[in-house]
Every structure is written in C-alpha cells, then in structure tokens.
C-alpha cells in the first residue's frame, strides 16, 4: 500500500473510537493532514455533526497547515460555525496536536 493509500485509510480509521490504537491512528493521521490539505475537508466531513462545515473548509482553501492553527475562536467568530460543530472540530485539532507533541 503506498503512502496516499495508506494515509488515507489512516486518516478515515482516526475516526473510530471504538479502535485501541484511537491516538496512534491520529498521529499518522496528523501527517497526512499536514502534507495534504485536500484532506482537511474530509476529516471535518466525517466528525460526528459536522457534515455541512466541509464545504466551509473547501471554500475557505484551510489547508492542514491552516487548520493546526485554528482556535476555538477562529472557528466561531470567523468561520461563524456555530458552538457544537465548533467544539467538535476544535477538539479534533487538540488531538492533532497533543498527537504531535508525543
């Protein structure tokens, strides 16, 4: 499996918290988010409620880079996603870089 293939099923499989290996699936997740931003608007797709927030992302051209440097803030006020998609997709960018920090 080469490395877009197997990033991407890294990155969808992040999502299953059912999963033992939850965090190190984030961690290979979080490089494949780093380097491909097209990735970005998929991730957010599939965060639990946060379906129609993709398109926001796509729009906006939040790359992976951009997205680690979101705040909570950024999310609401700026991107005006309202307060639960908000703190589900800022808690996935905590992960990212509490993954990253490990």
Known sequence: MDRWQWGTFMLQDSLDQE??????????????????????AGFVQRLPGCKEQAA???????????????????????????LGPALKIYNAILMFKTAEED
């Open 19 to 40: 999963n033992p290996l939850y965090l190190q699936h984030f961690v290979q997740a979080n490089e494949m988010v780093k380097s491909l931003g097209v990735l970005v």
């Open 56 to 82: 926001l992302f796509r729009q906006e051209q939040i790359d992976g880079e951009a997205f680690l440097l979101l705040n909570q803030s950024d999310i609401v006020k700026i991107l005006s996603i309202k």
